[in-house]
Structures are given as C-alpha cells and as structure tokens.
C-alpha cells in the first residue's frame, strides 16, 4: 500500500495551509456581525443560533433564501478588487426573505475557487460580513472550497443561504393586497447583481471597452460603475413594516420590475407604474442606446433604477417615505394598485429617455 504524504493534497493543488491562514484573517471581520444568539466561534463543524430567542413570536415563521452573485464576479476578479462583492451576495439573498415580512437572523456562505489566496479569500468575506451588519443578521459559518483543475487560479465562485423568521400574522405578501394601495419604488445603487451577462455582452463584445476606460455619461471608468456594491434593504424594509401598514413588498432582481412586482399581485389586481415618476441611473441609458437594446428587453432583465417596492396603503405614503429615508434609502411613489387581472403595466416614458 502507498503511503500519502503531508504534501500530497498540496501537490494536487490544494492548499490546506493557505485554507488555515484564510480563516484567520477573515475572523475578525466575522466577529463584527455576531447577533447575541450566535453560539461558538468561527471554525466549527457548523454554525450555531439560540433558537429560544424564537420565544417571543407567538407563531414564528421560518424563511429561507439562497442565491449566488452570478457573473458579476468576472467584474471583481478582473479588477482584483474583492471586498465589495460581499455586499451583493447578501443584498441577493437577505432582500428576498424582507419581502415576506421576515427578519433576517444568520448566514452561511460558500466559495469555490482555483487557488485559495488567503488575502483574497478574506478581502471578500469581509464585504460578507460587513454586509451582514449592515442587515442585521450574522454570518455564522461557511465554507471554501478549492478545486485545482476545475477553476483558474485566480477564478471563483461565491453563494449563500440566511435564515430569517417574521410572525404568521404579520407575514406579507399578495393576499394582503388592496386596491388603491400605491406602489412605493426604492432606488438601487445600479445594476446590482443581476443582468451583468446583457451588460457585460454589450460593454465588452459588441463595444470593446475596457474596464478601465473613463465613461464621461458614468462619470467614472466602467469598471467602478459595474462594480457598485447592491443596495441593501433589509433594515429600512422592517422598519416600513413596522411603521406602516404596507401589504407586501417585492425585491426587484432577475427579471426586472414588471417581472417581480407580479409575483406579489394578486390574480384580481393590477398595478400600473409610471416611468416618468423616475430618472434611471446613467448606465440603464448606455446600455439601452449604446448597446441598441430595446427598452422591452432592457426593463425584462435589469432593475432600470428601482431594487425594491412596496405595496402600501395611500394614507402612510408619508410616513414610508419618511421613514425610508431615515435608513437612507430614496423612495417615491411610482403607481398604483388597481382591480384587474394580475398584471403590472409600466406606462409613459422616463424623463430624458
């Protein structure tokens, strides 16, 4: 029988101790998004979350979500910048579960890369973990795979799933919809994390430009503006739940604003939204006239503008303005909610398009 030697596993390209060093330079960072409930430290078999903190609810919900940062990473990895790239992993996934209502409680995440480079592997679970602060919610765990061979060195993938929980009487979603509640739109910081393989097929295959060409339109280089961390909702979204009546809310990602706002309309409902309520940021204008792409193609795959909406009744527009804007978020009322048959219509044009 042939014996292994210490070194075997690193001759086929793994690296353990580099693995080792990661950990220990992304422990600190984690530590800032601890939540009294986390149990244990960093390292461990699996994450741990004192559940009788579930006391308090009178019929607590369990919410789950799990999502990637899908080719937005080329973006990263080109630009060796890799400490932003966190916050659009935990914008994916801990956005989705404030739709219904819930709070966001921990998170795991998961990396596969060519070669584990400690620096690089710790630059982007600290993004994770200071976006995870800013959610509220604690990255309790997760885990980094190498795998020579099926990915370049310098490649990487990153994933991750959170766990939230929100009382059944105060779950929200299409049931709750009335008509003449308003559609509330919240600004995203860009594209976010979604559509990059239209933007990157127009920026870099149909217009040749580098990541670091100054975009006067952009007012930086494309790589800066392709790289803007996602927006995240989770605690200004609460806190609209809590001040306000509002009936359900939709996190505006793949598919773009008509897609997701539907999933929250009821089958006897519409919702009508008017683009001139709004100005896009310049980079939703470059690639529809720069990219000659149509304005049906563009609004059914990026956000143009908006990351999440709110359906609310018409007497607490006031106060969810109001209090969005006190968790920094830029919200207005961009529609309506009317009897009809499930749909969402956006109609007249936005204002210099």
């Known amino acids: 029988m042939t014996e292994t030697t210490p070194n075997a596993y690193a001759e086929a ?10 950990v220990e330079l992304m422990k600190e960072s984690v530590a800032k998004s601890r939540r009294p409930e986390v149990m244990g430290g960093l390292g461990g078999f699996a994450g741990l979350f004192d559940a009788s903190a579930l006391k308090k609810y009178e019929r607590p919900l369990l919410a789950t979500s799990t999502d990637g940062v899908g080719t937005k990473v080329d973006i990263a990895r ?3 910048k890799h400490d932003t790239i966190g916050f ?37 679970v600290k993004g994770i973990a200071e976006a995870c602060t800013e959610a509220g919610c604690a990255l309790v765990g997760g885990e980094t ?3 020579p061979g099926l990915l370049a060195p310098d490649e990487y993938d990153v994933a991750g799933a959170t766990t939230g929980v929100v009382d059944a009487h105060r779950l ?23 559509g990059y ?9 149909k217009l040749g430009w580098a990541l670091d060409r100054q975009v006067d339109e952009l007012g930086s280089t494309l790589g800066e ?4 961390p996602t927006k995240i909702y989770a605690k200004a979204c609460l806190a609209l739940a809590d001040a306000t009546g509002t009936h359900a809310m939709a996190h505006i990602t793949g598919g773009g604003l008509a897609n997701n706002l539907a999933r929250v309309m009821p ?23 720069a990219g000659g792409v149509d304005q049906a193609s563009l609004e059914a795959t990026l956000n143009c503008g908006v990351g999440m909406v709110s359906l609310t009744p018409a007497a607490d527009v006031d106060t969810a303005i109001a209090t969005l804007a006190a968790h920094g978020v830029e919200a207005w009322v961009a529609g309506e909610v009317q009897v009809g048959d499930g749909t969402v219509a956006l109609t007249g044009q936005h204002p210099g398009w």
């Open 13 to 22: 390209g793994v690296d353990i101790v580099a693995a080792d060093l990661a």
């Open 172 to 194: 929200l979603g299409a049931e709750k919809v009335e008509a003449g509640d308003v559609v509330i739109a919240m600004k995203a910081s860009g594209l976010h994390s979604n």
């Open 88 to 124: 659009d992993l935990v914008g994916m996934v801990v956005d989705d579960l404030v739709v219904c209502g819930a709070e966001p409680l921990f998170m795991t995440d998961y990396i596969a890369t060519g070669k584990v480079v400690p620096e690089r592997i710790a630059a982007i």
């Open 78 to 80: 080109k630009m060796d």
């Open 225 to 228: 503006e392709l790289l803007i």
């Open 197 to 205: 393989s239209l933007a990157r097929h127009v920026f870099f295959t």
């Open 145 to 147: 795979a190498e795998h």
């Open 267 to 289: 089958k006897h409902l519409s919702a009508t939204l008017d683009r001139a309520s709004w100005t896009p940021q310049p980079v939703f204008d470059l690639v529809r006239t």
